[in-house]
């Protein structure tokens, strides 16, 4: 099987054939992927970066790609040059998107033909951010979406997972998969880059008293105080912690 790299800014990830199916995840572009088979309008991928599968609609990707930059932003504006001016279109590229830089000019970068962004979004593709804080905040006030990648709409296990796409280093996509790979911390007492994980539901400590989430209930990304939101999601949803692990042992 071919590797194929995506070629859209952002597309969901449909659990079966068909576009009234959940969407369970979405693929950004210059993501890579692999198509396991194909009917009619849809193929069955499989993304390299988390072996996550489900169905994307059928499109021409890129197979000669090899990504120079990524986005570092949580959102890059995409440019048209028209005499020799640069106009803003409607579309963005997202945090984490690769891409391989094909021009430049001034403070653009050429990504497609006649497709630019700011060269201040983007960072070298083996850049590696250490402030794993900074990457969850860029998110804040995000809506939460199930499935979704991007500030467009976020869900919980996304927003963990992101910051170890931007790096490049594995860490599964959903909660369920989390909790199974993330080792137990031993020592009890809370402290900053802790995971915290329910069932269906996980966040991070920003320090050793505030917590931050993609929150279902309250509809997007958020910091709140990490022992009134076990209480409340033990009161709410009636759901214990399961697991605490630390960011820094990946």
């Known amino acids: 099987m071919k590797n194929n790299f995506f070629n859209h800014p952002v597309a969901s990830i449909f659990s079966k054939p068909s576009a009234s199916s959940e969407v369970s995840s979405q693929i950004l572009y210059g993501e890579k992927f692999r198509i396991l088979s194909k009917k009619k309008n849809w193929v069955k991928i499989k993304t390299s970066f988390d072996n996550y599968s489900g169905y ?3 499109h021409k990707f890129n197979q000669n790609f090899k990504p120079t930059n990524k986005i570092c932003k949580l959102k890059s504006k995409i440019f048209k ?3 020799n001016k640069f106009l803003p279109t409607n ?3 997202f945090f984490g998107s ?4 094909k021009n430049f000019d001034n403070d653009y970068v050429e990504f497609e033909k006649n ?3 700011k060269k201040n979004d983007i960072k070298k593709i083996n850049h590696y951010e250490t ?4 990457v969850l905040k860029l998110f804040l006030g995000s809506k939460y979406l199930w499935g979704g990648k991007t500030c467009k709409g976020i869900d919980c296990s996304a927003l963990i997972q992101i910051y170890f796409y931007y790096n490049k280093i594995f860490f599964p996509r959903d909660t369920k998969d989390q909790i199974k790979f993330c080792k137990k911390k031993i020592n009890k007492k809370l402290s900053k880059g802790d995971i915290i994980f329910w069932k269906g539901h996980v966040g991070m400590c920003i320090n050793k008293s505030k917590f931050i989430h993609a929150y279902g209930p309250k509809k ?3 910091i709140m105080p990490t022992d009134f939101t076990i209480k409340l999601i033990k009161k709410t949803a009636k759901l214990k912690v399961k ?3 630390n960011i820094k042992k990946y």
């Open 56 to 58: 994307i609609k059928k």
């Open 81 to 83: 040059k028209v005499n």
């Open 91 to 93: 579309n963005y590229l």
């Open 98 to 101: 690769r891409i391989l830089i």
């Open 115 to 117: 497709k630019w962004i």
């Open 131 to 134: 402030d794993f804080i900074k």
């Open 220 to 222: 997007k990304v958020l």
């Open 243 to 245: 697991k605490i692990s």
